[in-house]
């Protein structure tokens, strides 16, 4: 079945439930067992307790496995938990994690933190290693994380290159991908190689701005060390949250086509923009991730960087504080379009990034794409009249 097709019908039985089309919201903390037997055997029901699932959260958790060709799957309130929890299962004090210089910041605070604190050290590398990753590897590494595009600079990874050369020093290091950019749609990590695929469920899957939630994939050979985390961390997700992000999920292919159509839209438009100095966005010919992001994206979505020219924090407030449509915010993934400034070099250690001038991250939604042109043309008009 292709992907478009599974993402209307896995995950949802209506004869199970009155023939309703989209599997009910329960709300359950207590289940009842009928009979002694049956409480004796509860590891083996479908519902157990509220904590480990509800025909919901577990409707939500089939159609993602279909999506990512993954054996199982857990749901996390946040795609940071899913993050932490993940890197939580396999580190142990000793340990070296190995983690990408382009990483989603508050990754790299829980590295530093909390993960530094139980004893496990974190190295940086630059996210455009590919089989040099192995330059890297310490006797004691246990994961490699990668995440692609990376986070606000959107430097594509060449994902099998760096899996398989880790795998050939070490069978036993497990990779993980940050997918949260091109969601299990565009890319699929276990079909490259990585062992754990993590989404933030947050952007583009819940896709209106509203559920918090991330996800754990995963095949069977790491079933056990992840079921237990989960189990041992106590790891439970909303009912209603996962019945808005299996809704979102219903709609992804559709939404994130246009998405892509309009990012690309916007991108171009850029491009040939008049005082626009750069554009990043892989799914642009020409720029430096392209020819990876062809050879293994099934698409682009429609978060991408831009900068302008040397502009002072006037110009920026000139150009940011009266936007008609874009709005300022962090979570992107919502059908509606996000423009903040932001500054890149403050997260990088093992790698510099030396743009001087003033450098934006865009979130194209679902707009008429003439309409965000029109708005950020007047931006950037602003944003140089200020100087
Ligand atoms: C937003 C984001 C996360 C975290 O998701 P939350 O649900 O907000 O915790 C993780 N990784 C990337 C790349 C993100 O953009």
């Not at 307790?49 to 409707?59: E, F, K, L, N």
């Not at 890297?136 to 994961?143: D, G, I, R, S, Y």
């Not at 899957?205 to 079921?227: C, F, R, W």
């Not at 994130?256 to 839209?265: C, I, M, P, S």
Request: glycine share 8%.
């Amino acid at each position: 079945m292709k992907d478009k097709t599974k993402l209307i019908h896995e995950g949802r039985n209506p004869a199970e439930h009155f023939g309703a089309v989209n599997t009910p919201v329960y709300h359950v903390s207590t289940v009842l067992f009928e009979t002694v037997k049956e409480l004796n055997q509860f590891t083996t029901a479908r519902m157990s307790y509220g904590r480990h699932g509800s025909p919901g959260t577990q409707a939500l958790c089939e159609a993602l496995c279909a999506l990512e060709h993954a054996d199982g799957c857990i749901l996390t309130s946040s795609g940071v938990q899913a993050i932490n929890v993940a890197l939580l299962a396999f580190l142990k004090p000793g340990d070296h994690l190995l983690m990408v210089d382009s990483v989603y910041s508050p990754t790299r605070i829980f590295c530093d933190g909390l993960l530094k604190d139980f004893g496990i050290t974190t190295s940086y590398y630059d996210p455009l290693v590919g089989a040099n990753i192995t330059d890297h590897l310490q006797a004691n590494t246990k994961v490699v994380f990668l995440e692609s595009p990376g986070s606000l600079s959107f430097e594509v990874q060449d994902v099998p290159a760096i899996v398989k050369a880790v795998k050939k020093t070490n069978e036993s290091i497990i990779t993980m991908l940050d997918n949260t950019w091109a969601t299990p749609l565009f890319y699929k990590p276990l079909d490259h190689g990585v062992d754990v695929s993590l989404q933030a469920i947050t952007k583009y899957i819940g896709g209106h701005a509203d559920v918090m939630m991330g996800s754990i994939a995963y095949k069977e050979t790491h079933k056990t060390v992840l079921e237990q985390t989960r189990y041992q961390m106590g790891l439970s997700v909303g009912p209603d949250d996962a019945y808005l992000a299996l809704r979102g999920l219903r709609s992804l292919s559709a939404r994130l086509q246009r998405h892509q159509d309009n990012g690309l839209t916007v991108a171009k438009w850029l491009q040939q923009r008049e005082g626009v100095s750069r554009v990043i966005h892989p799914g642009l010919e020409g720029d430096a991730g392209h020819a990876i992001w062809t050879r293994d994206f099934k698409g682009a979505s429609s978060l991408f960087g831009f900068a302008l020219g040397d502009g002072t924090r006037a110009q920026v407030e000139a150009m940011l504080d009266h936007m008609s449509l874009f709005g300022m915010g962090f979570s992107w993934g919502g059908y509606e379009s996000l423009l903040i400034p932001c500054n890149v070099a403050r997260n990088r250690t093992a790698t510099t990034w030396d743009m001087k001038e003033q450098y934006f991250r865009i979130h194209v939604g679902l707009e008429d794409p003439d309409d965000l042109i029109a708005d950020l043309d007047a931006a950037i008009t602003r944003f140089y009249e200020a100087a």
